[in-house]
């Protein structure tokens, strides 16, 4: 009989699963001493796309993206939309990085969006905002798992509070409350970071337009094309406009009209289309353009972590960077 029950307990202690650590029941708070170095200092690469993003006006966009060491981006098609997409591998990471300046021309962070996947693979969101109006202000803010709708909810609670209670920077003075609504409104990142997201077809669908890869993210994908859709909407800034390797298209090939509002650029077509920029990265280069060498510069840093199916699939941007 007792052999019979050491048998039964040694069996229930191979067949049954291991036991999960029981779930967070707060996102977790993160804070960020020095922003100036911090992505720097971890492993993560600044990426700039041939197009670049539109902004509001004073402001600037940096995109940070990190792979593990060994880690491979690996490549697959997505049949229904006739492209190729990539996959960042465990461990990596991504940041957009949002900056404003003083009327002296002192950048600054002022808002940080970000996901990580850990070694098995999951997701986590992340947000963070200066805890002072002073230039370099350190930063503070939470991260949560996706798919955890009571995790998202809190975070949103808790960053919508600090967003209310914590200056602006450079201004002093906390945000006024439609900034605070529009700011709760938006932090739904799963909503806009979905797996290989297709274009958008109409300036009028709320998610950004441009396509995602298979691990939900913009920019890896632009940096490997010399075009994108663009903004349409006179809130925002696009610094494409100021680019002479950049054309701006309509569907028709027809060039798209150029608007000025409150110093603000962006493009329209006449038929309501999406406007295309197109980078001409050959002439770019022929005059040593420097927005052109960062572009390369980020392909040739996926192209060494990239694998063959997708040196292949974007042969043509690293062909039109000297790459491969």
């Given at each position: 009989?007792?052999?019979?029950?050491?048998l039964?307990?040694?069996?229930?202690?191979?067949?049954?699963?291991?036991?999960q650590?029981?779930?967070?029941?707060?996102?977790?708070?993160?804070e960020i001493?020095d922003?100036?170095r911090?992505?720097?200092?971890n492993g993560?690469?600044?990426l700039?796309?041939?197009?670049?993003?539109s902004?509001?006006?004073?402001a600037?966009?940096?995109?940070?993206?990190k792979?593990p060491?060994?880690?491979?981006?690996?490549?697959r098609?997505?049949?229904?939309?006739?492209r190729p997409t990539?996959?960042?591998?465990?461990?990596?990471?991504?940041?957009?990085?949002?900056?404003?300046?003083d009327?002296?021309?002192?950048w600054?962070?002022?808002?940080v969006r970000g996901t990580?996947?850990?070694?098995?693979?999951r997701?986590?969101?992340?947000?963070?905002r200066?805890?002072?109006?002073e230039?370099?202000?350190?930063?503070?803010?939470?991260?949560?798992?996706?798919?955890?709708?009571?995790?998202?909810d809190?975070?949103?609670a808790l960053?919508?509070?600090?967003?209310?209670?914590?200056?602006?920077?450079?201004?002093g003075?906390?945000?006024?409350?439609?900034?605070?609504?529009?700011?709760?409104?938006?932090?739904?990142?799963g909503?806009?970071?979905?797996?290989?997201k297709?274009?958008a077809?109409?300036p009028?669908?709320?998610?950004?337009?441009?396509?995602?890869?298979?691990?939900?993210?913009?920019?890896?994908?632009?940096?490997?094309?010399?075009?994108?859709?663009?903004?349409?909407?006179?809130a925002?800034?696009?610094?494409?406009?100021?680019?002479?390797?950049?054309?701006?298209?309509?569907a028709?090939?027809a060039?798209?009209?150029?608007?000025?509002?409150?110093?603000?650029?962006?493009?329209r077509?006449?038929?309501?289309?999406?406007p295309?920029?197109?980078h001409?990265?050959?002439a770019?280069?022929?005059?040593?353009?420097?927005?052109?060498g960062?572009?390369?510069?980020?392909?040739?840093?996926?192209?060494?972590?990239?694998?063959?199916a997708?040196?292949r699939?974007?042969?043509?941007?690293f062909?039109a960077?000297?790459?491969?």
């Amino acid at each position: 009989m007792r052999l019979l029950l050491t048998l039964c307990l040694i069996a229930w202690s191979v067949l049954s699963p291991p036991a999960q650590a029981a779930p967070a029941s707060e996102p977790r708070r993160v804070e960020i001493a020095d922003p100036s170095r911090y992505w720097r200092d971890n492993g993560f690469v600044e990426l700039t796309p041939a197009i670049r993003v539109s902004v509001p006006l004073g402001a600037r966009t940096l995109v940070y993206l990190k792979i593990p060491e060994g880690g491979l981006l690996t490549t697959r098609q997505v049949a229904r939309q006739q492209r190729p997409t990539i996959r960042l591998p465990p461990g990596s990471a991504a940041a957009r990085v949002s900056l404003t300046a003083d009327e002296a021309g002192t950048w600054t962070v002022e808002d940080v969006r970000g996901t990580r996947w850990d070694a098995q693979g999951r997701e986590y969101f992340h947000v963070y905002r200066p805890r002072g109006a002073e230039a370099g202000a350190p930063l503070v803010g939470y991260e949560w798992p996706r798919g955890d709708d009571a995790l998202q909810d809190r975070a949103t609670a808790l960053l919508t509070d600090l967003v209310r209670d914590l200056p602006l920077p450079f201004r002093g003075s906390a945000p006024a409350p439609r900034e605070v609504a529009r700011f709760r409104a938006l932090n739904d990142c799963g909503s806009c970071h979905q797996p290989d997201k297709g274009q958008a077809s109409s300036p009028f669908e709320r998610l950004p337009p441009w396509l995602t890869d298979a691990s939900g993210i913009y920019v890896p994908l632009a940096v490997l094309s010399d075009r994108a859709v663009l903004s349409t909407t006179p809130a925002f800034h696009d610094p494409n406009a100021e680019d002479p390797f950049v054309a701006a298209r309509c569907a028709d090939g027809a060039p798209a009209s150029e608007y000025v509002r409150w110093g603000r650029h962006f493009f329209r077509c006449g038929d309501g289309g999406m406007p295309v920029g197109i980078h001409d990265m050959q002439a770019a280069r022929a005059a040593g353009d420097a927005h052109a060498g960062r572009v390369c510069a980020s392909r040739r840093h996926l192209f060494e972590r990239m694998d063959e199916a997708g040196r292949r699939a974007f042969a043509a941007a690293f062909r039109a960077c000297g790459i491969g």
